[in-house]
T-cell receptor, first 116, second 114 residues
């Protein structure tokens, strides 16, 4: 595997379910990100981890819970979601969290989430 | 308030011609700019970037131009190919503070017709 991978690619869940999204990067990067992309909206940054430490929680509801056990893996735990949470969830990684070439973010293919 | 704007939701170009995608920004602190390309059912793919110390960066068929005074950047694709059909996102970041944050535009759908 190369680059950034995400599983599952598609997920349908009810509002009372608990599920997790997984992201893995094979680039040797130190920073990882979760984004949400809703229809006709720009990408919204949700969480940022740098060297496994959360450095940003962008006013995300507590029903979204991130976990970064090591610099290669990132999870997004979901519970009691709402239908408006249906979106494409993208994971990204960068070598470091700086502006410039070192901070260029590389994205995974995303998980298409539908909440019924 | 949207700090990065792509005012054209879509653009249609004939194969072999030039595609010009535009992006405007309002935050004068932005000093690093990126273009991403996104195919359906895939994540955005990094395409090309430019630092504010430059006004042009070229990579093969792709050239990005930066006009700092106008707070405007553009991506030129020459010659355009059908495989270039995708959504193109402009993104910007600022050194200092939360400098890892990328602010994205809403994207422009480019269609290259054979």
């Amino acid at each position: 595997e190369t680059g950034v991978t995400q599983t599952p690619r598609h997920l349908v869940m009810g509002m009372t379910n608990k599920k997790s999204l997984k992201c893995e990067q094979h680039l040797g990067h130190n920073a990882m990100y979760w984004y949400k992309q809703s229809a006709k909206k720009p990408l919204e940054l949700m969480f940022v981890y740098s060297l496994e430490e959360r450095v940003e929680n962008n006013s995300v509801p507590s029903r979204f819970s991130p976990e970064c056990p090591n610099s290669s893996h990132l999870f997004l735990h979901l519970h009691t979601l709402q239908p408006e949470d249906s979106a494409l969830y993208l994971c990204a990684s960068s070598l470091s969290r700086v502006a410039g070439p070192g901070g260029t973010q590389y994205f995974g293919p995303g998980t298409r989430l539908t909440v019924l | 308030d949207q700090q990065v704007k792509q005012n054209s939701p879509s653009l249609s170009v004939q194969e072999g011609r030039i595609s010009i995608l535009n992006c405007d920004y309002t935050n004068s602190m932005f000093d690093y700019f990126l273009w991403y390309k996104k195919y359906p059912a895939e994540g955005p793919t990094f395409l090309i970037s430019i630092s504010s110390i430059k006004d042009k960066n070229e990579d093969g068929r792709f050239t990005v131009f930066l006009n700092k005074s106008a707070k405007h950047l553009s991506l030129h694709i020459v010659p355009s190919q059908p495989g270039d059909s995708a959504v193109y996102f402009c993104a910007a970041s600022a050194s200092g503070g939360s400098n890892y944050k990328l602010t994205f535009g809403k994207g422009t759908l480019l269609t290259v017709n054979p």
